[in-house]
């Protein structure tokens, strides 16, 4: 990799994470610091930063972490491309798939609720604008 190392403050900062939930996944196996400077501090590379960035994209979509070990799993398989068979390779792409479809399925539903959230707050404006006495306008 680039061989640029952060520590996890940095991280938080870049990835808008708090510590607790960085250690969390840690913890949890889904994001290990690459490495431990001398004084045993995380040590974080670009791409430990783009695998909880994977994580808080997946997060608000509902995935478990299970999940999100799953995916991550299949695409660094993909990314190694080392020893894949055919057979293999379009098995991992079929998981990847499986994975955009249901991101997919639920922004559609957000969609939905971001259009009646638009509403009601339009509607909750338009009562104001009623109640508010006449001589302001």
Do not use: C, W
């Not at 952060?6 to 960085?22: D, F, K, N």
């Not at 004084?39 to 994209?57: C, P, Q, S």
């Not at 799993?73 to 190694?80: F, S, V």
């Not at 539903?109 to 001589?135: H, N, Y």
């Amino acid at each position: 990799m680039d061989g640029k190392h952060m520590q996890i403050g940095e991280v938080a900062a870049r990835t808008e994470l708090s510590l607790r939930t960085i250690r969390h996944y840690e913890e949890t196996g889904l994001v290990i610091p690459s490495a431990r400077s001398q004084g045993g501090f995380r040590l974080y590379t670009e791409n430990d930063v783009a695998r909880l960035m994977v994580i808080r994209r997946m997060k608000p979509l509902g995935f478990t972490l299970d999940q999100m070990r799953d995916l991550l799993e299949a695409t660094d398989r993909l990314d190694a491309g080392t020893g894949l068979d055919a057979d293999e390779r379009e098995a991992l792409l079929d998981r990847v798939r499986t994975y955009q479809q249901a991101a997919t399925e639920q922004v559609e539903k957000l969609r939905v609720q971001l259009a009646r959230a638009e509403d009601f707050a339009a509607t909750l404006g338009a009562r104001l604008e009623q109640a508010a006495p006449s001589a302001r306008t």
